[in-house]
């Protein structure tokens, strides 16, 4: 009978101790307040192309991406023509140069309506800007696992906005074949 009591007394501390956890946890994951900055991260490709999706869907105005595969993924091609359909405009930046599945996967964004840009660069850097209010860096390092950070910080925003214009200066037009 002691030996049970004292099991339970064991697994009643435990499970106190993971509500204590769970608490904590909730408290770090509960949204962003309308007013208030943040940063978040992750690691990898589809964790980046889905906070792109979830970035692109509430935009009102403007889009800037940056990227060297222009790649697809239905929720963000979903999310894509939903924006431009509400009369968003999409600027994307690509980095790299484009071999015939990457000039079809960029063909498709322009048919869409994107204005497309292409520098070809060294480093490879997945960028997302939503009106000039939040922002979507993933560094690629050419792993599927490569980290992905998100921020709503003006600052923050404004450096990458900065980033992007002037890369966008320097790119040329991408245009499709005749």
Known sequence: MFALKKMFIQNKIKIENLKEKTNRLIKELKPFKENSFGLWSSKGKIACLEKAAEMISKAKK???????????????????VNALKRGIKIKMLGTSNLDEA??????????????????????QTTLGI?????????????????????????????????????????????????
């Open 102 to 123: 990457k000039k079809a996967r960029a063909s498709w964004y322009l048919n869409q309506g994107a204005e497309i840009r292409i520098l070809p660069m060294n480093t």
């Open 62 to 80: 403007i889009g800037f991406a940056m990227t060297s595969h222009f790649s697809r993924y239905p929720p963000l091609d979903e999310a894509y």
């Open 130 to 178: 939503v009106d000039n209010k939040e922002v979507c860096v993933r560094i690629d390092n050419n792993s599927l696992d490569s980290d992905v950070i998100w921020s709503n910080n003006p600052a923050l925003v404004n450096i990458f906005k900065t980033y992007f214009n002037e890369l966008w200066i320097r790119a040329k037009k991408f245009k499709l074949a005749s």
